[in-house]
């Protein structure tokens, strides 16, 4: 096929140039070349060479692979897949090389085979489950494998998430990478929470799971003084200290020098509710992290001891409210407030997501100061 050669920092302008005057071929993709040039592919209504168009950039013949498939289901029999084609799955989750797949009773037959399909469509994925629903006290997923690259049918596997790396395992533990952005998020509010309180900070996560709330904070050059965090699920506390561990390791300081030890360093396997009852955890938070979301505005006014006292701190949860009891709900969190003798300086209160036709996934955020 022939090919445009341009030195590769203006690949991007001719690829531009050659789409906008429908001269590129589709294909084949962008091939690199030995002398640090690009060939980007051309289709038969495209220029000769010779013409002063290309600026004096040669054309080159190069032999092209017919582009593969694109879909999972492009590995499955056309008539097949045409059969059942409004019951395949349209979506799935990947954790790791764990890839999560809800699949219709009319095609649950056809597991092993959807399996097969994403494993080869999708190399850096080892083990595919199909996802049975929530179960148990942690509510997590029931995971069933239906077909895995090296026969290994674990699930722990590690993710990467704004550059720092997690151990999840969704058959044991909850964790949603779609909720990266609100971790963001937490490490905003933390940063100016920081820049207003002229220290590093302490946090509480009670609910850490497998830690990615700390993992954004721990990330952060001099952003944490120390922390408490904890579950009560002791599969996500084996991950969790793991978590931790890493990502204290490779903390620095604002100069990208290994930063000072952090204090204190509380983790533990726990009812959330409970860290109160160790007078030794009262008044020590800055920033406290509410995440359960079915429980979270009925365990705040018991969480709240754990926070400073006499100057600013953060309370940041998020919660499953009922679209029309979104004002009750909001009042709920600021009677705690109230009764915790803290006055509330601001406050928000917004969806995240919907959750079901009648309730929304919320984030409340109060910045509070306690009284003595
Ligand atoms: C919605 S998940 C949040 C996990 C984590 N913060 C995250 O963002 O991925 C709630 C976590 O709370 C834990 N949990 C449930 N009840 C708890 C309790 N009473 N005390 C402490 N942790 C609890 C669950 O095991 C789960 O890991």
Redesign the pocket.
């Known amino acids: 096929m022939r090919h445009l050669s341009v030195p590769s920092a203006q690949t991007q302008q001719w690829l531009d140039i050659c789409r906008t005057q429908h001269w590129s071929s589709n294909e084949a993709g962008v091939t690199h070349l030995e002398d640090g040039r690009n060939a980007i592919p051309l289709n038969d209504s495209a220029p000769q060479e010779t013409d002063q168009v290309w600026k004096n950039n040669p054309h080159l013949e190069i032999e092209t692979q017919p582009k593969g498939p694109t879909h999972w289901l492009d590995h499955i029999d056309e008539e097949l897949a045409e059969t059942h084609r409004e019951d395949w799955p349209r979506s799935y989750e990947i954790q790791g090389d764990v890839l999560i797949v809800k699949i219709e009773e009319t095609v649950w037959d056809y597991g092993e085979m959807i399996a097969d399909a994403m494993l080869t469509q999708l190399p850096n994925i080892r083990l595919v489950c199909a996802d049975m629903g929530v179960k148990g006290?942690?509510?997590v997923r029931e995971l069933y494998p239906l077909g895995s690259r090296d026969g290994t049918v674990e699930t722990r596997t590690r993710i990467r998430e704004s550059g720092y790396l997690l151990w999840v395992d969704p058959s044991k533990?909850?964790?949603?990478a779609r909720?990266s952005n609100e971790?963001i998020e937490t490490l905003a509010s933390a940063k100016l929470l920081c820049g207003k309180l002229g220290h590093p900070l302490v946090v509480c996560?009670?609910?850490?799971?497998?830690?990615?709330?700390m993992g954004a904070l721990l990330n952060e050059p001099g952003l944490l003084q120390g922390y408490f965090v904890?579950?009560?699920?002791p599969d996500?506390v084996d991950l969790l200290s793991l978590n931790i561990e890493y990502l204290a390791s490779r903390r620095k300081d604002k100069r990208g020098n290994p930063a000072a030890p952090l204090h204190p360093t509380e983790l533990h396997c726990?009812?959330?509710?409970d860290w109160i009852h160790d007078t030794n955890n009262l008044n020590q938070t800055d920033l406290l992290?509410v995440?359960?979301?079915h429980?979270s505005i009925e365990h705040i006014e018991t969480l709240l001891p754990l926070l400073k006292r006499n100057q600013t701190s953060v309370l940041r949860g998020?919660a499953i409210v009922e679209r029309a009891e979104r004002e009750e709900s909001e009042e709920a969190i600021h009677r705690a407030i109230s009764s915790a003798n803290g006055t509330v300086e601001q406050f928000t209160f917004k969806e995240v997501k919907g959750f079901s036709t009648t309730k929304s996934f919320m984030c409340f955020e109060a910045w509070i100061n306690l009284s003595a």
């Open positions: 006290e942690f509510r533990v909850y964790f949603s909720l971790r996560d009670p609910y850490a799971g497998v830690g990615p709330s904890g579950d009560l699920n996500a726990r009812d959330a509710l992290l995440n359960l979301p429980h998020w």
